[in-house]
């Protein structure tokens, strides 16, 4: 994946070799950015499975994609009947819809992860849809801050027979091969 704010100087090397377990000493290349640029992007991994009453996990993933190291914080909204519970990070603001991380400063193509889980309340029914949302702040000085907002949709899903097993049809396809 090429990024358009960095160039690679030089643009091109050729070498010739006459025979095997050569090595080319003039392979050496610098990157550079063409401009400065704060650019974050936010990810964001949602639950295997979300079931009422039982707990969720998300991944989001924060990446500066830009040039200059950006001091970030990162957003997460909770879906109405669903409370927080933990995190791989300590919040700075947690509120009955939201928390809010500092996750410090985010050098260029570095990736910060948090584990987020939430328990969903038994008021919740089997076929709503759990939206989920997350965001990289700071928007204002964002190159792009259309990457800045990740969204997730899952289907809460339950069974009425407490003894509901899901396959997956490649580990059965797997599993016969072994």
Known sequence: DSNPYYGVNPALNTATFTGFKQ?????????????????????????????????ASYMISCENKGTVPVPAQIYFKLYPN???????ATPILQTSDSVLWDIGIVNPGQNKIISVTIKLDTIIQVGDILNSYAQALPIATDFAPSDNNATWESIVRGSMDPNDILVDKRTIEYSTLL
Request: charged share 10%; glycine share 2%; proline share 10%.
């Open 82 to 88: 669903t409370s927080y519970i933990s995190s791989t």
């Open 23 to 55: 090595i080319d000493s003039l392979n050496n290349f610098i990157l550079h950015p063409y401009v400065f640029i704060q650019d974050l992007k936010i990810s964001l991994a949602p639950p295997a499975l979300v079931r009422p009453g039982f707990n």
